[in-house]
Nanobody, 126 residues
């Protein structure tokens, strides 16, 4: 089993920046993995924001390309999402999700079908 813990959310003005963190613990020994950030605004479906896998593949939703950047600290088993030039429409609960034993696939990474989920961290842009 894998546990995911997010942090770094908060409230910012439009144009501001935030950095979200997701730390994984537990059974993370498989060399193949896919870690993804989702977000969900009130009344809307959960949507994939960005994904990174063990081969270095990075995938971004069109709405965040050029503004959000993923990175990972392998020693800490942590995934980071640097969010710049935030817009009001970026507001929502941000969740970290992951699968171990597989990489990310361009055709399916944004579907909320991951085995492991964090509790979420709130991002408010206003």
């Amino acid at each position: 089993h894998v546990q995911l813990v997010e942090s770094g959310g908060g409230s910012v003005q439009p144009g501001g920046s935030l950095r979200l963190s997701c730390t994984a613990s537990g059974d993370t020994t498989n060399r193949y993995w896919c870690m993804t950030w989702f977000r969900q605004a009130p009344g809307k479906e959960r949507e994939g924001v960005a994904a990174l896998d063990s081969d270095g593949t990075t995938l971004y939703a069109d709405s965040v390309k050029g503004r959000f950047t993923l990175s990972r600290d392998n020693a800490r088993n942590a995934l980071y999402l640097q969010m710049n030039n935030l817009k009001r429409e970026d507001t929502g609960m941000y969740y970290c999700a992951a699968d171990w034993g597989t990489g990310c696939y361009s055709g399916s990474w944004a579907r909320p079908n991951y085995d492991y989920w964090g509790q979420g961290t709130q991002v408010t842009v206003s």
